[in-house]
């Protein structure tokens, strides 16, 4: 199984920017993904997670950031609105099987089995 997040980039405060996550490696479409980031001298956060039907945002960023899915596609899309110097990051996303995530647990780093690579985020004029 592997996980390739691409998108990253350099983006103005106010912009916006589409991150992707490309699962390889599957049996089935049944995984649920979740985003974290990790900013400079900080922890890795959670950010955004999905399941079949389910999403969850991070506070910081609800109303700002849109994750979707496209199954045929393998891909999880995190669609990043009005961006902001603080959510400058490297960006990871990260799967799991089986069931999906509540809302008390998705932030939790290990519920998830394999990561990828990351990719930066940059929000700066």
């Known amino acids: 199984v592997q996980l390739q997040a691409s998108g990253g980039g350099l983006v103005q405060p106010g912009g916006s920017l589409r991150l992707s996550c490309v699962a390889s490696?599957?049996?089935?479409?049944?995984?649920?993904i979740g985003w974290f980031r990790q900013a400079a001298g900080k922890e890795r956060e959670g950010v955004s997670y999905?399941?079949?039907?389910?999403?969850f945002y991070a506070g910081s960023v609800k109303g700002r950031f849109t994750i979707s899915r496209d199954n045929a596609k393998n891909t999880v899309y995190l669609q990043m609105n009005n961006v902001k110097p603080d959510d400058t990051a490297i960006y990871y996303c990260?799967?799991?099987?089986?069931?999906?995530?509540?809302?008390?647990?998705?932030?939790?780093?290990?519920?998830?089995?394999?990561w990828g690579q990351g990719t930066q985020v940059t929000v700066s004029s």
């Open positions: 990260a799967a799991r099987r089986g069931a999906r995530l509540i809302s008390s647990s998705w932030r939790q780093e290990e519920h998830y089995e394999y």
């Open positions: 490696g599957f049996t089935s479409s049944y995984y649920t």
């Open positions: 999905i399941g079949e039907s389910t999403k």
